[in-house]
């Protein structure tokens, strides 16, 4: 079973919050501007959740770990990859939470 994206956002939060690692600034992109001191990145302990949650981990974030994850579970497994991600991103595309893998 693949995570939800609800429930891979609030792990991946935590996960952030707990190591404070650097993150590409949501006020500049990483860019840089002052609330990053013209640095592009800032620890993850300097955002909110919420900003965390709209701007760091989005669903693209989600969409582009998921599929990582499954080409390296094919790649084990000798499975078809695109006999794997096909539901995955069917059910996406479709606006659902949580794929079941086979």
């Known amino acids: ?3 939800s994206y609800e429930d891979w956002q609030i792990k991946s939060c935590a996960d952030l919050m707990d190591s ?5 600034c949501p006020a500049c992109k990483g860019w ?4 990053c001191d013209f640095d592009g990145d800032i620890q993850a302990r300097d955002l909110t959740e919420a900003e965390i949650c709209n701007w760091i981990l989005t669903k693209r974030v989600y969409f ?4 990582a994850d499954l080409k390296k579970l094919c790649l084990y497994t000798r499975e078809d ?3 794997v991600v096909g539901p ?3 059910n996406q595309c479709s606006g659902g939470g949580a794929t079941v893998w086979r």
């Not at 404070?20 to 590409?24: C, K, L, R």
């Not at 840089?32 to 609330?35: L, Q, R, V």
């Not at 582009?64 to 599929?67: K, R």
């Open 81 to 83: 990859f695109l006999g």
């Open 1 to 3: 079973m693949i995570q």
């Open 32 to 35: 840089g501007c002052d609330e």
């Open 64 to 67: 582009n770990e998921v599929i």
């Open 20 to 24: 404070n690692a650097e993150v590409e």
């Open 88 to 90: 995955f991103i069917q």
